[in-house]
């Protein structure tokens, strides 16, 4: 039986396909295979070693502020790289990651109990750095790359769609069976385990790494051809001066920027109210799954949602729907039985509904963003750029729980009581985590209708300006 024939583009490059959206997709896959462990630290080391809620928040704000500031540095190193690589620079780096993210997620969750307390702080503090590194050289490329796999604006939104696909496939799977792994039947946390769970977490990721490397097609040259003294070395003030006159890429930042401080913020009282004012921690993975479900009900139709509408103006809808469906959260009197679960997650599904719409194509926002920086301005710096965005993103992590966990100690958690907290403090949870997925979602809106400003007519210009130009050289 004869092979069948690879079909190529005008380009010479194999034309776009579920090849390479399948690909993308495995990516943001094995990214959350290691990222998804990330809610569980603080119950972790909060619960089961016995962390101070303060000193908690402090390490975090600590690791993600290193965080934040690893980002555009990898990404530099990125932008600056002019060897020849097979595969292609960013898949390259992706490749590395991978490697180290094999054990590095389990390097967080050492549970040695009986260590002092003083070395409890550096076991994490060393654990997370570790995983940080690893993970930063594998995201950073990724998030980079979407933007050289196609120009064209469906494609991009598709591969946005699959890239939210992977990483909500990820966020479900581990969000429903971690549960049940690491809860025991009293609502408490099993420590022992984490260690274990994260180590597989960790190869599954790896082999999905592998996978995209191995199944990425690069479409767009970005390479620049300069002589060795005509390299431009990096400046932090000129790096972010670039990002914050781009205005597209401020807009797509704020928004992710809301939705981690409000999802992040509330995690750890998401997390106690399901332990103590539900009384029921082992389901509340797929409580809270329910609310990705939207996703994967518009993603056969972003690109026609895309084309009819434009994304400004479907992201503008998305920001709406979650303004009002985490607004009910905090006024409806939503009771600890099991009415009040349904009205809970009823109201996560309406903030879904227009979630859904932005998941799908949030990451193309970014791949626009570059674009409009090449029209506008004549630069074009992926790695420098998305980094900076990953940079904002990443200090929302670590800004949102850490002020999460000092709330909930005003608000007179407890961490010995593990599940059995008093009532009027679990009480406490459920508003903490209600008014958090509020705020979040307020900024996201400001983000996303305020301040981005590619709509449909703008791009359309773009895409035919740099084609004429590109055409040119």
């Given at each position: ?8 583009d005008?380009?010479?490059?194999p034309?776009?396909?579920?090849r ?6 495995a990516g943001?896959f094995?990214?959350n295979m290691?990222f ?6 603080q ?10 809620l ?8 600590l ?5 934040a ?7 530099s ?5 002019k060897?020849?690589y ?7 780096y992706?490749?590395?990651?991978s490697?180290g993210l ?6 967080c969750?050492i549970p040695w109990?009986s260590?002092?307390m ?7 503090v060393i654990g997370?750095i570790?995983?940080?590194a ?11 790359v979407l933007s050289?796999?196609?120009?064209d604006?469906?494609d991009r939104a598709?591969?946005?769609t ?10 479900m ?10 809860y ?6 099993k ?5 274990l ?5 960790g190869?599954i ?8 490397v191995?199944?990425?097609t ?6 620049v051809?300069?002589?060795e003294?005509e390299k ?9 001066g670039?990002?914050f ?6 807009g797509?930042t ?6 981690f401080?409000?999802m992040?913020?509330?995690s ?6 399901w ?9 509340s993975?797929?409580m809270q ?5 939207p ?19 479907s ?10 469906g985490?607004g009910l959260?905090v006024?409806?009197?939503?009771s600890?039985d ?5 009205m809970?997650?009823g109201c ?17 926002l970014?791949a ?5 920086e ?5 630069t ?22 850490s002020?999460g966990?000092?709330?909930a ?14 009532a009027?403090?679990a009480?406490?949870m459920r ?12 900024i996201?809106?400001i ?6 400003n590619?709509?449909?007519k ?7 300006d ?7 050289k």
């Open positions: 039986m004869a092979k069948k024939s690879v079909q190529l005008s380009h010479g490059y034309k776009f396909g579920m390479d959206k399948l690909a993308y997709c943001d094995g990214c290691s998804a462990l990330k809610n569980t630290m119950v972790f080391w909060v619960q089961f070693m016995g962390v101070p303060e000193a908690m928040a402090a390490m975090l704000l690791v993600q502020v290193w965080d500031i690893n980002d555009p540095l990898i990404g190193i990125v932008d600056a790289d060897r020849t097979k595969r292609n620079k960013f898949l390259q992706i490749w590395a990651g490697i094999l054990v590095a997620g389990a390097a969750f109990q260590a002092p003083a070395l409890k702080y550096v076991l994490f997370y570790c995983w940080d690893f993970y930063t050289v594998a995201n950073v490329p990724y998030g980079s050289l796999i196609s120009t604006p469906g598709e591969l946005s699959f890239r939210s696909i992977g990483s909500m496939g990820g966020n799977l581990t969000g429903i069976v971690l549960p049940f792994i690491i025991d039947a009293t609502d408490n946390i420590g022992n385990i984490v260690f769970v994260a180590l597989v977490m190869f990721g790896f082999l999905c790494f592998q996978f995209m191995r199944n990425t690069i479409r767009v040259e970005n390479e051809k300069c002589n003294e431009p070395k990096f400046n932090v003030f000129k790096a972010f670039s990002f006159r781009n205005r597209a890429a401020v797509a704020l928004a992710p920027v809301g939705t401080i409000g992040y913020g509330a750890y009282a998401n997390t106690a109210m332990q103590s004012y539900f009384h029921n921690a082992q389901i993975g797929i799954m329910i609310s990705y479900v996703m994967f009900l518009f993603a056969p139709f972003i690109r026609k949602i895309v084309g009819a509408w434009g994304k400004k103006k992201v503008t809808i998305s920001a709406a729907s979650l303004v009002i985490y959260l006024i409806l009197p939503i600890p099991t009415t009040g679960m349904i809970w997650v996560m599904l309406l903030a879904g509904l227009g979630n859904g719409i932005y998941q799908c194509i949030s990451w193309s970014m626009d963003a570059m674009d409009y090449e029209w506008k301005f004549g074009r710096n992926e790695g420098t750029t998305y980094a900076l965005h990953s940079f904002f993103r990443k200090l929302a992590q670590g800004i949102g729980p002020i966990l000092m709330v100690a005003a608000l007179g958690y407890v961490e010995s009581a593990g599940a059995d907290q008093a009027e403090v009480l406490r508003y903490q985590a209600a008014s958090f997925y509020f705020i979040g979602a307020v996201s809106f983000g996303l209708v305020v301040v981005y590619l709509d449909k703008t791009m359309e210009k773009i895409e035919t740099l084609a004429a130009r590109r055409a040119q």
